[in-house]
């Protein structure tokens, strides 16, 4: 069992920066893939950002590239999400998740492989 908090979230305004934090339990948190998603009113989750095990590899969804860094630290148990030059329709709920990989350099980018989900952050960005 994997225990993930995300913290960080917030009110902030267009072109503003926010960093989220998903603390985990797991004492092989570096065996876990991560990812973040993000959800609205009425909407499906989406995927946003994942990131390897290792942190070697990672991936964005297109609409986030260029905006959003995904990071880890091992050392802590903690995954990042840096979100900068925000816009209003970055605002949702942000979740974070974890996939055991073991040694595997893969990420995932759908909800299914993801085995642990956080209660999420709220994040609104004001135009």
């Known amino acids: 069992q994997v225990h993930l908090v995300e913290s960080g979230g917030g009110l902030v305004q267009a072109g503003g920066s926010l960093r989220l934090s998903c603390a985990a339990s797991?004492?092989?948190?570096?065996?876990?893939?991560m990812g973040w998603f993000r959800q609205t009113p009425g909407q499906e989750r989406e995927f946003v950002a994942a990131?390897?095990?290792?942190?070697?590899?990672?991936y964005y969804r297109d609409s986030v590239k260029g905006r959003f860094t995904i990071s880890r630290d091992n050392a802590i148990n903690t995954v990042y999400l840096q979100m900068n030059s925000l816009k209003p329709e970055d605002t949702a709920v942000y979740y974070c998740?974890?996939?055991?990989?073991?040694?595997?350099?893969?990420?995932?980018?759908?909800?299914?492989?993801?085995?642990?989900w956080g209660q999420g952050t709220q994040v609104t960005v004001s135009s």
């Open positions: 998740a974890s996939k055991f990989a073991g040694s595997s350099g893969r990420y995932y980018n759908t909800e299914d492989p993801y085995d642990y």
């Open positions: 990131i390897s095990a290792t942190g070697g590899s990672t």
């Open positions: 797991a004492g092989t948190f570096k065996y876990y893939a």
